[in-house]
């Protein structure tokens, strides 16, 4: 018998998981910025706190983590990453930056371990999880709505070492691409739950989840995101056969026919026809599988190790620069390791 999807009750892992996410879904706006063009982000030092709190309080997990298959693939990659870095004719700056870099996945990894540890423990509800998660979506939907209406020109931010962009939403992630990704995968888990509309206790709910979910439809589109539209489509249909419901497939053809009523205003970035971006990602995944030695052909340059002093500013500038490799991440995952 299916139970009724219902609003998570408050715990004390709701509070946190709350702040934390609402901390998420300022994206950029959270970043403390560093020396050596690296950042931080507070959300992250949230993360460090409560994994520090749950070494010492409970090593169940930890355990069970560490004799896991997935466990022991970590740790092999940690080692194989050190010993590359040790390979590597770097500055000490370098090589610090390529370990924080490292502990900083390693973080990200076992946080999410965490929090499966706590649904399976019964100390946090899955539902919740899945309500605090949609929620922080939700707020990045309608900062970058707010963002598009009342800030469209964001070209200032290059300034600051963000792309330049025009008449399109980025909301507090600062760059269209990251936000549609985010934005595609609020609205497929939405779109999941919408569908069986049956499984929401109250109207109320199924109301509040419907303009929520078209919201982020709506913050989707004004993204001009190719890569998301292509991403939002992979996902409709992966809907359609998994629960073979033909609303799915409707949703699809109603996005695809949207795009083409969007403004089409005078900036590069809202015609979905334009080729320089396409034309730089392929020049940048081109230069990551130009190996200059037989040593980085095996070990690669080492981890995060294109992310140097010399990265902070752009050449001859004083503007900052974020790039950290390849946007590709399997070329960035060969080019590194």
Request: proline share 2%; charged share 10%; hydrophobic share 50%.
């Amino acid at each position: 018998m299916k139970k009724n999807i219902e609003f998570p009750p408050i715990s004390i892992w709701n509070f946190i998981l709350l702040f934390f996410f609402g901390l998420v879904s300022l994206g950029q706006l959270e970043r403390i910025e560093l020396s050596g063009g690296r950042a931080l982000y507070l959300h992250e030092v949230v993360m460090g706190i409560i994994l520090l709190y749950s070494f010492f309080t409970s090593t169940r997990w930890i355990c069970s983590l560490w004799s896991s298959i997935r466990g022991k693939l970590a740790i092999l990659f940690n080692l194989f990453v050190l010993v590359t870095l040790t390979f590597q004719s770097s500055t000490v700056h370098s090589f610090v930056s390529s370990l924080l870099y490292l502990v900083r996945l390693d973080v990200y990894l076992l946080f999410g371990t965490f929090l499966f540890s706590l649904i399976l423990r019964k100390v946090l509800s899955g539902k919740a999880l899945y309500w605090l998660i949609i929620g922080s979506i939700v707020l990045i939907a309608l900062f970058g709505l707010a963002q598009y209406v009342f800030i469209p020109d964001t070209r200032l931010l290059v300034y600051l070492g963000w792309d330049n962009h025009y008449l399109r939403l980025i909301s507090t992630i600062f760059d269209p691409g990251f936000a549609g990704a985010i934005l595609c995968v609020g609205a497929l888990l939405l779109q999941f739950q919408l569908f069986k509309k049956k499984l929401f206790s109250t109207q109320l709910s199924y109301f509040l989840s419907l303009i929520s979910y078209l919201c982020i439809i709506a913050a989707l589109l004004l993204t001009y995101s190719r890569a998301s539209y292509v991403a939002f489509a992979a996902g409709c249909l992966l809907l359609l056969f998994t629960q073979k419901q033909w609303k799915h497939l409707v949703v699809l053809i109603l996005f695809i026919i949207s795009i083409f009523f969007l403004p089409r205003l005078a900036s590069e970035g809202t015609r979905l026809e334009r080729t320089a971006s396409i034309a730089a990602r392929l020049q940048t995944d081109q230069q990551g599988l130009n190996q200059h030695s037989l040593q980085e052909v095996f070990i690669g340059q080492g981890w995060y190790a294109t992310k140097k002093d010399d990265t902070q500013y752009s050449i001859n500038t004083f503007v900052p620069n974020h790039a950290s490799g390849p946007e590709n991440t399997y070329i960035f995952f060969y080019t590194e390791t």
